[in-house]
């Protein structure tokens, strides 16, 4: 598959097909997301170790991502890895509909983790089809069809359990995977040359500010959006009464403002410049685990997602724009891979370690102590951003 360049015009049937694969993939991934926390608690009653088994998700991501932009970068193709990743989204949700305790769960999202590793090679095949200086553009278009796939399966996935009980959106999960794969076999790839890893200069290369700090920054941001939006914000809202299309709209909402960040990031990205956004993303998340903390009902619940939602949608294309924007061609699945593991490290530490703070004080005083801690972390570190 040819690479784009100023003087080629785009692709649109190969960014078309790209699109598709990337949007069924985030539908396998979260149509069943929505529910899963009390999916999860309803089968392994310790909010410790409920954190534990959602944290896997990001446990095996942090692992798997960055081998395969390594590997990527190694054979020179990108589809192999893909293909396998896709294979895994279905695997693990498969797993997850019939586990009966904690071992099936947590062998599940650890499947789903090593499946997400894909996301590295799709990242850098949609953004190869653009221009250089589209770069953040087209990751940020790439983070709206994101978006869009994960709305599309979390809007489903209350009707789905009251239609058919939970294992049905764990079928379809799969069913989604299975689908990206047949759309990802007829896109075609031209082999590019062999580029065999080299520790120094992988070593290199991670230690790269304009690499590092963005990678790091989006840990922080993905800290607060798992702690909150992915975990303990449904286990809140559950205890005000909310039932399984409360839940799948309170998820749907949240993704309904990571999608208008994503937009306001994508028209403002080049008028306002980096920082800017990256300081009202890292405040929005600050408020909407705020929010959380002193959310005396329902209604309050789900203005802390409508914050934190709108956060990372502002925050999350910027970053992962930045942490290739200066990076060869040749590395930049590379990069990508240490971008994508060093912010899984917020998606298994999120869950974790809210998980064992909740229990210890309460779901509530850890949102307040956490968005206290994401506030201070992140202004602090934008500022080192080039």
Known sequence: MAESSPSQPLNKKLIAAVIAVVFLYWVSLYLYVPTLPVYVQGKVDDLALAGIILSMYGLWQMFSRMPTGIVADWI????????????????????MSGAQGSSGLLVGRAITGIGAGAWVPLVVLFTSLFPAKDLIRATA????????????????????????????????????????IVVLLVIPEKRRAVQPPSLRKLGALF?????????????VLHYGDWTGSFT???????????GNVTLSLLMTLNLAMVLLGNAISTGA??????????????????LGL??????????YVFLAQFAAGCAFGVGYPVLMGMSIKK??????????????????????AGPWLSGLLAKAIGVQPMFGITAGAILVVGLAGQRLVD
């Open 141 to 180: 278009l790439l983070t709206v069809v994101n978006t869009l796939g994960r709305m599309a399966g979390t809007v489903s996935t209350g009707f789905l359990n009251n239609l058919g009980g939970y294992p049905l959106a764990f079928h379809l999960a799969g069913a989604a995977a299975l689908l990206a």
């Open 207 to 219: 230690i790269r500010p304009e690499v590092l700090v963005p990678s790091l920054l989006s840990a």
């Open 327 to 348: 990076v060869d061609t040749s590395e930049q699945n590379s990069a990508m891979g240490l971008h994508q593991s060093v912010y899984a490290l917020g998606m298994f």
């Open 76 to 95: 020179g193709r990108r589809k192999p890895n893909i293909f396998i990743g896709l294979l895994l989204t279905g695997l693990g949700a498969w797993i």
């Open 232 to 242: 303990f914000l449904p286990i809140l809202a559950s205890r005000y009464g909310a």
């Open 269 to 286: 990205v080049k008028r306002l410049g980096e920082k800017p956004l990256l300081v009202t993303s890292f405040i929005l998340m600050g």
């Open 290 to 299: 705020g929010g959380g903390a002193l959310a005396p009902s329902l209604t």
